[in-house]
């Protein structure tokens, strides 16, 4: 069974600085997609990134990008000059490509702090 | 604008009672999802469906109902056998390609007991 791993429960940053998230997951299948989620203390699910995994390039959305090493299964989420609003939890999702069931395997997230 | 709407933001459950939460949305989407978070825990699947009239278990269905009689709706009933029930509770919807078309969330409910 698929299965995704963020390890860092909770990560902090200062304002303005680089910080990385970590995802790893666990698959079989070679066709399948993966995203970053930021949920902020709103408790509403905003999706940050999203990555093929058939594409090599690493997705970068502004000051927001991916480290996709898919031989390795790592799927690291790389915040550039952090703003206070980027406070919230992270999560990392996993779903199959066209051919898959669509359900989506969430890690369990890493809480991020951003210091003034 | 399209959207997912969860109603209510907060509800109350007492103890022997059913009680459903809503979720609509209007984005044409086939799929439909309820999932459950709990403090430090990540979003655990409920219940998904991908068809109206169709539905599968999650991981975490026992105590739950769902149906699915009408493409936009996804109703969740949380049933008295549902012993810890307080949680907060987000719907999702999505096309059937899967990770082509991410999933778009409501903004969930917080279910508490008194």
């Known amino acids: 069974a698929q299965t995704v791993t963020q390890s860092q429960p909770e990560m902090s940053v200062q304002e303005a600085e680089t910080v990385t998230l970590s995802c790893t997951y666990d698959?079989?299948?070679?066709?399948?997609?993966l995203f970053w989620y930021k949920q902020p203390p709103s408790r509403q699910m905003i999706l940050v990134i999203r990555q093929e995994a058939y594409k090599q390039q690493n997705a970068t959305e502004n000051r927001f990008s991916v480290n996709f090493q898919k031989a390795a299964k790592s799927f690291s989420l790389k915040i550039s000059d952090s703003q206070l609003g980027d406070a919230a939890m992270y999560f990392c999702a996993y779903v199959e490509g066209a051919s898959g069931t669509y359900k989506y395997i969430f890690g369990t997230g890493t809480r991020l702090k951003v210091l003034a | 604008d399209g959207g997912i709407t969860q109603s209510p933001k907060y509800l109350f459950r007492k103890e022997g009672q059913n009680v459903t939460l809503s979720c609509e949305q209007n984005l044409n989407h086939d799929a439909m999802y309820w999932y459950r978070q709990d403090p430090g825990q990540g979003l655990r699947l409920i219940y998904y469906s991908q068809i109206v009239n169709d539905f599968q278990k999650g991981d975490i269905a026992e105590g739950y109902s769902v149906s699915r009689e009408k493409k936009e709706s996804f109703p969740l009933t949380v049933t008295s056998a549902q012993k810890n029930p307080t949680a907060f509770y987000l719907c999702?919807?999505?096309?059937?390609?899967?990770?082509?078309?991410?999933?778009?969330f409501g903004d969930g409910t917080r279910l508490s007991i008194l």
């Open positions: 698959t079989s299948e070679s066709d399948y997609y």
């Open positions: 999702a919807s999505s096309f059937l390609t899967g990770g082509n078309q991410p999933q778009h």
